[in-house]
T-cell receptor, first 111, second 113 residues
Framework: SQELEQSPQSLIVQEGKNLTINCTSS?????LYWYKQKYGEGLIFLMM?????EEKSHEKITAKLDEKKQQSSLHITASQPSHAGIYLC???????????FGKGTSLLVTP | EAQVTQNPRYLITVTGKKLTVTCSQN?????MSWYRQDPGLGLRQIYY???????DKGDVPEGYKVSRKEKRNFPLILESPSPNQTSLYFC????????????FGDGTRLSIL
């Protein structure tokens, strides 16, 4: 199965600061997904990227997929306490049906 | 409201006592999947189903069974639960599975003593 490495594992930022979370694969990514999870709760879909060089934004969150389709980043601008949670990247296989996830990045935003 | 519903949300049980976690979706999705989430190991896929009567193993299928007799339901069966299956379980669904974002249930926290 495809291994996805996320970095950093955890992050504490002050409210208003920007931050970036990375997701790296050793294989070409066929569909890269970003999810957010509140602690102990279900996953909420944020964005999906499929094409090399693709970039998508939603409110203050921007996700990018590099040209080689092996690395994605999630950038949060002017972080707020509501951004706190665990961010997970997931990727489909070339068959599309199996889905693998990174181990997640835990984000805490302090006042 | 579009949703994936899991039951129960919490369960404490004992080793060897068969249990079933139900999952139902109301979006007419073809693809459904089960995951377990453990500290330090992340989210791992147990089984998935591409359509009715079509299922396949994920990364950690040992000790679990699934069935897909109708489109909306995808139960997870633990025939003889063991303590190493204590975990947080998630069911998910997507329209057709092929590189589509998945909708997740709220999770089932299982503790097996």
């Amino acid at each position: 199965s495809q291994e996805l490495e996320q970095s950093p594992q955890s992050l504490i930022v002050q409210e208003g600061k920007n931050l970036t979370i990375n997701c790296t694969s050793s294989k070409t990514l066929y569909g890269l997904y970003w999810y957010k999870q509140k602690y102990g709760e279900g996953l909420i879909f944020l964005m999906m990227l499929q094409k090399g060089g693709e970039e998508k934004s939603h409110e203050k969150i921007t996700a990018k997929l590099d040209e080689k389709k092996q690395q994605s980043s999630l950038h949060i601008t002017a972080s707020q306490p509501s951004h706190a949670g665990i961010y997970l990247c997931g990727a489909g296989s070339n068959s599309g049906y199996a889905l693998n996830f990174g181990k997640g990045t835990s984000l805490l935003v302090t006042p | 409201e579009a949703q994936v519903t899991q039951n129960p949300r919490y369960l404490i049980t004992v080793t060897g006592k068969k249990l079933t976690v139900t999952c139902s979706q109301n979006m007419n999705h073809e693809y459904m999947s089960w995951y377990r989430q453990d500290p330090g190991l992340g989210l791992r896929q147990i089984y998935y189903s591409m359509n009715v009567e079509v299922t396949d193993k994920g990364d950690v299928p040992e000790g679990y069974k699934v069935s897909r007799k109708e489109k909306r339901n995808f139960p997870l069966i633990l025939e003889s639960p063991s303590p190493n299956q204590t975990s947080l379980y998630f069911c998910a669904s997507s329209r057709d599975g092929f590189n589509q974002p998945q909708h997740f249930g709220d999770g089932t926290r299982l503790s097996i003593l």
